[in-house]
């Protein structure tokens, strides 16, 4: 069973950058979509990028331009670096692989927490 592990969150002051890294425990190769979602108190999950297996890539349109999410399938990771964070980037940031491009897939990591302090 595919399990992910995220990691890199924290506290970044507004404009500043922040990479969060996802790793999974067995390999990517076959899996289409990988990409992370967040969720800020109050609110609902939302997609923030996904990328394909043959580097296909989708972008929230609040963060068009400012993120960048690529993945690594030898080293079994997919990751995001965030630049010019602002506040509203405040959220738990969460892994996650098998979707279809419309929906998410099953499998979520447990999440990492970044905070943009304003």
Known sequence: QV???ESGGGLVPAGGSRS?????STSINGIN???WYRQAPGKQ???VAHIT??????YADAVKGRFT?????ARRTVYLQMNTL????????YCNAGGDGTSPGPIWGQGTQVTVSS
Not at 20 to 24: D, G, H, L, P, W
Not at 69 to 73: A, F, G, K, P
């Open 86 to 93: 602002r506040p509203e980037d405040t959220a738990v940031y």
């Open 33 to 35: 979509y990988v990409g």
């Open 3 to 5: 399990q992910l592990v």
């Open 69 to 73: 999410i690529s993945r690594d399938n």
């Open 45 to 47: 999950r939302e997609l």
């Open 53 to 58: 297996r043959v580097g296909a890539i989708t």
């Open 20 to 24: 969060v890294a996802c790793v999974s």
